[in-house]
C-alpha cells in the first residue's frame, strides 16, 4: 500500500491542572533554535476547539498537536508531504520525529514532569480514504508495511495490530501495541 498522507497518535498522560498554553512559549524556542527536523513554522491555539488539536507546532511536513480527539489525550502528529523512501520508511521517520517530540516534552523542565507519554503503544491513522478504505480489506493491504514498521521500532518485541471498530466513514486506524516499559525516548533511535 502506498499512502502519503498518514497520523500518528501516543497516549499521553497529563498531571492535574497541566494547561497547554505552557507549551506555547516552548514550541517558540523549538522554532528559534531548530530543535526538531524540518521546517519548523509556527505555534497555533486551537484550545477553543472542542476536542479539538489543542496547541500545535505547525511545519511544512508535518503537524504536532496535543489532541483530544475522542476525549482522549494524545500526542498526534499528521504527516502533509510525501518524503522520501517507501511508505515503511516514511512511517517510521514520522513515528521516530513523534516520539522525538515527546521526549523532549517530557525532558523539558519548565513542564516539571507534567506529561508522561506511553511508547508501547500509538494509533497509525491512515489519511488517505482512496488508497486506505475503512475496510478489512484496507486494514490486511496495510498491515505487512506496519509489520515492517513495528519491527524497526520494536526490535524483538510481539507487537499487537488491530484495527478500530470505527464507522467505516471514518479514516482506517490501527491500533499498535506491545508490553509495557518503553519509554518514548526509545523510539527515537533510528
Known amino acids: 500500500m502506498n499512502i ?3 497520523a500518528v497518535k501516543f497516549p499521553v498522560q497529563a498531571s492535574e491542572g497541566f494547561d497547554q498554553a505552557s507549551l506555547i512559549p516552548i514550541l517558540h524556542e523549538w522554532i528559534r533554535l531548530k ?3 524540518g521546517t ?8 477553543h476547539v472542542p476536542d479539538g488539536p489543542g496547541i500545535m507546532l505547525i511545519t511544512y511536513e508535518t503537524n504536532y498537536a496535543l489532541d483530544e480527539g475522542d476525549g482522549q489525550l494524545g500526542l ?3 504527516r502533509k508531504v510525501g518524503g522520501e523512501g517507501s ?11 513523534t516520539a522525538k517530540f515527546g521526549d523532549l516534552l ?3 523542565a ?9 511508547g508501547n503503544e500509538f494509533l497509525f ?4 480514504r482512496l488508497h486506505a478504505p475503512n475496510t478489512e480489506e484496507g486494514f490486511e493491504s496495510l498491515k505487512p508495511t506496519l509489520e515492517t514498521v513495528t519491527s524497526q521500532l520494536y526490535p524483538g518485541q510481539t507487537v499487537q495490530l488491530s484495527k478500530l471498530d470505527n464507522d467505516r466513514r471514518e479514516r482506517l486506524t490501527v491500533k499498535v501495541q506491545v508490553a509495557p516499559g518503553v519509554s518514548i525516548g526509545s523510539l527515537c533511535q533510528g
Open 4 to 6: 502519503d498522507r498518514f
Open 35 to 37: 530543535s526538531l527536523p
Open 40 to 47: 519548523l513554522l509556527d505555534v497555533a491555539d486551537y484550545r
Open 76 to 78: 498526534y502528529a499528521q
Open 87 to 97: 511508505p515503511a520508511e516514511r512511517i517510521t521517520d514520522l513515528v521516530r520525529s
Open 106 to 108: 517530557e525532558q523539558d
Open 110 to 118: 519548565r513542564l516539571q514532569g507534567q506529561l508522561q507519554f506511553k
Open 125 to 128: 491513522i491512515a489519511n488517505d
